[in-house]
């Protein structure tokens, strides 16, 4: 696709700041598909020269673009078109599943992976009796190497005794050992994100996430996953299909 940047006139109507006008003409050119994920939007330079507006004002607008999590900044290449997950309700698939039908490159960065005595709200929602044992994985979630969420999963050390062998796919792992998931019971809810959190999300304090609280359950209905996901709401969307019952 062309950098060439589509026709936009200054609306004289229009009160806001030139910057947000801008900004609004991109965020409308990336909805509509101008731009595909992962492709670079024209440059600072090109915006200025393009739209006859100042170099300040185009740093601006992008700057807009960014704060919404549409887009993302690579020092010293540019400024690129974020990753974007539309996730059913209907159905269940790991994060990686997810990404790899959309053509995204799924990633993890481990912060923490250790065996601990599983704490008393991980006991009740595992079925699980005083001083048992879990696996604790802790991660960013990533997209293209874009963070997407921060995740903690819980598995019966029954079931993962070694939680360093977990890769990419916690689910991968599961179904290599016998042990995936075949239903889940998902409960989201919105928040707003804390300081540690917003850090490892890379969101300014006090952002909105989305929080989904997931247990999974083999097919005998044992529950073998604890899963909170934190994500952000500019990359997820969540669709359920519904239909009238007559």
């Known amino acids: 696709m062309s950098n060439t940047i589509t ?3 200054v609306d004289l109507n229009d009160n806001s700041p030139l910057y947000m006008q801008v900004a609004r003409k991109l965020i409308q050119d990336v909805r509509d598909g101008r731009y595909r994920v992962d492709q670079a939007l024209p440059s600072e330079r090109l915006l200025s020269e393009q ?15 960014v704060e919404q999590g549409m887009v993302v900044r690579r020092r010293g290449s ?11 309700l209907s ?5 990686s599943e997810q990404l790899e039908q959309r053509g995204y490159r799924p990633g993890s960065q481990w912060l923490k992976r250790a065996v601990a005595i599983a704490a008393a709200d991980e006991q009740l929602s595992l079925g699980l009796s005083a001083n048992s044992r879990v696996a604790r994985l802790e991660r960013l979630r990533l997209a293209d190497d874009v963070v997407m969420a921060y995740e903690v999963s819980v598995i019966p050390a029954a079931i993962l005794p070694r939680p360093e062998a977990v890769g990419d796919s916690l689910y991968a792992h599961l179904d290599k050992t016998g042990h995936m998931p075949v239903r889940a019971l998902q409960h989201i809810r919105a928040m707003n994100a804390p300081a540690t959190l917003a850090e490892k999300l890379g969101v300014p304090e006090g952002r909105a996430v989305l929080f989904i609280t997931r247990v999974g359950y083999l097919e005998s209905g044992q529950a073998v996953e604890l899963t909170h996901s934190y994500c952000r709401s500019d990359h997820y969307d969540f669709v359920a299909e519904m239909r009238r019952v007559t």
């Open 78 to 88: 540019g400024n690129y078109v974020a990753p974007r997950i539309e996730q059913p």
């Open 51 to 65: 739209l006859d507006i100042s170099r300040v004002t185009a740093r601006k607008a992008i700057d807009q673009l």
């Open 91 to 95: 159905s269940l698939s790991s994060f």
């Open 7 to 9: 026709e936009f006139r």
